[in-house]
């Protein structure tokens, strides 16, 4: 297939870009600005102009990757606008180019996430749940909206309600490791919320599988079947690392430090399955919390 990707600078794209290619296929960036000298792709300028419809031709599938980081820095008015126009508006953009193409791309992946169920407690949370409450459920609803007009292009529309990705070069693992390898990790708040994850290398995976298969449309969970509550969590990633997990961060210092955000990422809990991958045969690599961080960090 001939893939155009976007976001494909952060952590998910910047390693799909390389699977891709090692399975078979063509990939093509869609970028803010080109490197003449390396060619690098199609630009584009979200959130003031999409794609040239023309420019896409040829392209057999899409994975929209792209948006403002939830976590790079405090919440205030100005950044939640960003979070939220970034996602919005880009995918309002890029489904427009495919709509407007004479042969539109079969596929149209566009990245959502579990976000979209907000703080839930220990209810099980399946594609057919319906959305929390808060601001990131807010924006996850928008998002999936925004790629409609593909929906009735007839564009087959996978939206990938993505969790945790664990990788060491990027994300929440990539941060916790300092404070963890020190012997400073802890629990926060409660311990008791719900952590749905999945291993960058499933993350892929999934990505392809959705690629590939037909059946597949609509929300789609990419986490793994096994979250684990916070605690479990913080006690796996210090056996693994063996260190002491004794300094846990009460909710009210996450609140003093992150604000909102802290609320929204660190204190919610969301227990999701990921029905719709397994019902139509993916195959996880790692489905353990334990076996999938010996794996990430080579222990």
């Known amino acids: 297939m001939n893939i155009l990707v976007t976001g494909s600078h952060g952590l998910v794209g910047a390693a799909l870009i390389p699977f891709l290619t090692t399975q078979g296929h063509t990939v093509k960036r869609l970028v803010r600005s080109v490197n003449p000298t390396a060619h ?55 489904s427009d180019a495919l709509v407007k193409m004479s042969v539109p791309p079969k596929v149209f992946i566009s990245a959502s996430a579990i976000g979209f169920y907000g703080n839930r407690g220990a209810e099980v949370l399946r594609e057919d749940s319906g959305a929390g409450q808060g601001f990131l459920p807010d924006v996850c609803r928008q998002w999936e909206a925004a790629a409609q007009a593909a929906t009735q292009k007839g564009i087959r529309v996978v939206n990938l309600r993505t969790g945790m990705v664990l990788s060491p070069q990027g994300g929440a693992l990539a941060k916790m490791l300092l404070p963890f390898k020190l012997g400073l990790g802890g629990k926060i708040g409660s311990g008791q919320q719900y952590m749905s994850w999945i291993a960058l290398d499933d993350m892929l995976g999934a990505i392809l599988f959705a690629l590939q298969t037909d059946s597949l449309r609509g929300p789609v969970n990419a986490v793994t079947p096994r979250p684990v509550t916070n605690i479990v969590y913080t006690k796996t990633l210090g056996k693994v690392l063996s260190r002491p997990t004794l300094f846990p961060m009460p909710a009210f210092a996450a609140r003093l430090v992150l604000g909102e955000m802290a609320d929204a990422l660190l204190l919610a809990s969301a227990r999701v399955e990921p029905t719709q991958l397994q019902n139509k045969g993916y195959r996880f690599r790692y489905s353990e919390l334990e076996g999938a961080l010996r794996h990430l960090l080579g222990k």
């Open 40 to 94: 690098e792709g199609i630009t584009w300028d979200p959130p003031r102009r999409g794609p040239d419809p023309g420019a896409l031709i040829g392209i057999d599938a899409v994975v929209h990757l792209a948006g403002e980081s939830i976590a790079g820095g405090r919440w205030n008015a100005a950044k939640k606008q960003r979070i939220l126009d970034s996602r919005i508006k880009g995918t309002l953009l890029l």
